[in-house]
T-cell receptor, first 109, second 115 residues
Framework: GQNIDQPTEMTATEGAIVQINCTYQ??????LFWYQQHAGEAPTFLSY??LDGLEEKGRFSSFLSRSKGYSYLLLKELQMKDSASYLC??????????WGAGTKLIIKP | TAGITQAPTSQILAAGRSMTLRCTQD?????MYWYRQDLGLGLRLIHY???????GKGEVPDGYSVSRANTDDFPLTLASAVPSQTSVYFC??????????????FGPGTRLTVL
């Protein structure tokens, strides 16, 4: 079966760095997405990785290891507005997205 | 540009009643999707449409139907609602289907409660 695992909840301090992990087992792989979802709102796109390595985009970076079925999202210089859920999704061999349940990130002052 | 709009924002529905959730996009995207989001579960695909005139079943299609008469609109119909269909429903679209790096854009969601 297809499975995406990520922690349910994480807590971090404003100004700090946090790493949100995602492991996956899917039928085929056409890339991994990270989305941000604030409470009561729609998911919005953060990043896409299809090759191994680190992609940096401002305060956010995303890493992929295809051989390990593993990705992480790294958030630096945390701000209160980063409090949200972070969704990991893998595009399978049929080009459909398989979604993890999301990681709720709580930022404390 | 509005992007994707959904209506209604929220609805309480009696079990056994039918309802259509509306979704409209103005980005001229070919592909559209309906997901449901439940606490503790990831987004689950209900139905999708790769292009106007075609539709397909996702992971959880039972109890739902869709149509895609034109590029912009992708309504989702519950023929006879049951309490297990209580959820938040998101409509999404992407420029095309069947390619990698296919970012999906989401509407604001419809919160449906079936009693």
């Amino acid at each position: 079966g297809q499975n995406i695992d990520q922690p349910t909840e994480m807590t971090a301090t404003e100004g700090a760095i946090v790493q949100i992990n995602c492991t996956y087992q899917t039928s085929g792989f056409n890339g991994l997405f990270w989305y941000q979802q604030h409470a009561g709102e729609a998911p919005t796109f953060l990043s896409y990785n299809v090759l191994d390595g680190l992609e940096e985009k401002g305060r956010f970076s995303s890493f992929l290891s295809r051989s390990k079925g593993y990705s992480y999202l790294l958030l630096k210089e945390l701000q209160m507005k980063d409090s949200a859920s972070y969704l990991c999704a893998v595009m399978d061999s049929n080009y459909q997205l398989i979604w993890g349940a999301g990681t709720k990130l709580i930022i404390k002052p | 540009t509005a992007g994707i709009t959904q209506a209604p924002t929220s609805q309480i529905l009696a079990a056994g009643r039918s309802m259509t959730l509306r979704c409209t996009q103005d980005m001229r995207h070919n592909a559209m999707y309906w997901y449901r989001q439940d606490l503790g579960l990831g987004l689950r695909l209900i139905h999708y449409s790769n292009t106007a005139g075609t539709t397909g079943k996702g992971e959880v299609p039972d109890g739902y139907s869709v149509s895609r008469a034109n590029t912009d609109d992708f309504p989702l119909t519950l023929a006879s609602a049951v309490p297990s269909q209580t959820s938040v429903y998101f409509c999404a679209s992407s420029r095309t289907a069947g390619v990698p790096n296919n970012e999906q854009f989401f509407g604001p969601g419809t919160r449906l409660t079936v009693l």
